[in-house]
């Protein structure tokens, strides 16, 4: 029977692993086409025909490479979550500081939470920077750097190894 507290933290680690394993990472893209106008959706599939971008309707749209000037790709919710991640470094990093601070005056607390208040905005501010990076592709029409860019556009895709 020694074996039965390890069940719930199997089951628990078996749990994480199948819910994340499920997650499709989905990616924010700008396709900017050569007559001047562009377009906002996510990147569903790059194939070497074309590029298909879902818009905010979940209607795919192709484009032809020989249409596209340039692209811009970011993580869908990037923003949002290096706002959370960098809100809640700042807030530990804030009151780490503000209560070493404050040291043997018996005021470590007070110092605690009034580095954490200030160091939770400043480090929200850093995380949506850094969340909001974009990696920016230019064709400017070209069909042979659409095409040598084919595989890193599929890593973004959810749809692997569809060929049209």
Known sequence: ????????????????????AQKVKTYDVRVFLMDNSQVKGTLYAARESELVILREDLTPVK????????????????????????????????????YASES??????????GG?????PLGAIVGVVIGSGKKK??????KDRYNALLPTLE???PQKGHKS
């Open 116 to 120: 954490a208040i200030v160091g939770t």
């Open 104 to 113: 043997g005056s018996g005021w470590e607390d007070v110092g605690a939470i």
């Open 137 to 142: 592709y230019t064709l400017n029409g070209d």
């Open 155 to 157: 890593k973004y895709t």
């Open 63 to 98: 484009y032809l490479p020989e249409n596209i000037r340039a692209l811009k790709l970011r993580r869908a919710g990037s923003i949002g979550k290096g706002a959370w991640v960098g809100a809640v470094g700042g807030c530990i990093a804030g009151a780490v500081a503000g």
């Open 1 to 20: 029977m020694k074996s039965l507290p390890f069940l719930p933290v199997l089951a628990l680690i078996f749990t994480l692993s199948t819910t994340h």
